[in-house]
Structure formats: C-alpha cells, structure tokens
C-alpha cells in the first residue's frame, strides 16, 4: 500500500484543527473573590456563604452573582460588577461564572 506524503500530514492536521475549533472557553474568572476576609484566586462555581450579611469584594474581571438559596438556583439578588464590592443581608451563596 502506497502512502502520499499529503495523505500523511493530513489527518495530524484535520485532527489538531478540530482540537482548536473545539476548545471551550476558560472556566474561571480571573483575579480574587474576597468574602468576609476569606479571598478565593480565580474562583468558579456556587460558594455556600457562612453568614447571610456577608461583605463581597469582586476583585475578578466578571460579574458574580449573590443568591438567596444556598446552591444558586434561584434568579439572582444581585449582581456584583468586575470590581465592584457590597454588603450584603440575605445572601446564602455566590455564583461566579
């Protein structure tokens, strides 16, 4: 059987391409998440807050929400902007995309 040396590239290439054009987006927000003096490095996910008033530093480049259950299923309360902080009275848990 004879192979082409076009026909040998080809499929290293076809695959890495698909590799690339597949590849998600990354999942965490760059930068610190402080709550209550506890400070999450590029955090993602629900965070189970330890106290309904609870003091929200978002020190990431993406906006995280505050919710009022504890796994973040409900719509949110608030919204804290990249950058921004609040106080908070009746979060339980805090998404960040």
């Known amino acids: 059987m004879k192979t082409t040396r ?3 590239l080809g499929v290293p ?3 890495a391409a698909a590799l690339v054009l597949t590849a998600g987006p990354a999942t965490a927000a ?3 998440l402080s ?6 490095t ?3 996910g629900c965070f189970l807050l330890d106290w309904p008033r609870s003091v929200i530093d978002n020190l990431t480049d993406e906006d ?3 919710h009022d259950t504890a796994d973040c299923s409900e719509p949110s309360l608030e919204v804290i902007e990249a950058g921004d902080d609040t ?3 009746d979060a339980q848990s805090i998404y960040v995309p």
Request: glycine residues 4%; without cysteine.
């Open 87 to 89: 106080l908070s009275t």
């Open 64 to 66: 995280v929400e505050i």
């Open 6 to 8: 076009r026909a040998a």
């Open 35 to 40: 709550v209550n003096d506890k400070t999450y």
């Open 42 to 44: 590029n955090p993602s």
């Open 30 to 32: 760059n930068g610190d």
């Open 13 to 15: 290439l076809m695959t």
